[in-house]
Nanobody, 123 residues
């Protein structure tokens, strides 16, 4: 099993910054792709930013130039630095990872989600 635990959400004023963290834990696993998604009330979950194990990144157009995704492979942790926050960034942010897990002689490939952390940006 692999678990993702997020932290860093909260309430911030427009123009402010927050940094989200997501740490993966478990046994006999490795992580390839990691990313952050968000879901605002009444809207579908959307990709915010993604990063592969080699470090290449991609961003939603709405956050380009304001958000930065990074990862520490040694710690199996991904970060999302969010600057110049806007009220429309208000959402529950979810961490996502593609994991390779070895169970005995079996290798499994899993998509894992965190529990979500709420980010509220006030105007």
């Amino acid at each position: 099993q692999v678990q993702l635990v997020e932290s860093g959400g909260g309430l911030v004023q427009a123009g402010g910054s927050l940094r989200l963290s997501c740490a993966a834990s478990g046994s006999m696993f490795s992580i390839t792709n990691m990313g952050w998604y968000r879901q605002a009330p009444g809207k579908q979950r959307e990709l915010v930013a993604g990063i592969i194990s080699g470090g290449s990144t991609n961003y939603a157009d709405s956050v380009k130039g304001r958000f930065t995704i990074s990862r520490d492979n040694a710690k199996n942790t991904v970060y999302l630095q969010m600057n110049s926050l806007k009220p429309e960034d208000t959402a529950v942010y979810y961490c996502n990872a593609d994991a390779r897990v070895v169970v005995g002689t079996t290798t499994r490939y899993l998509e894992v989600w965190g529990q979500g952390t709420l980010v509220t940006v006030s105007s």
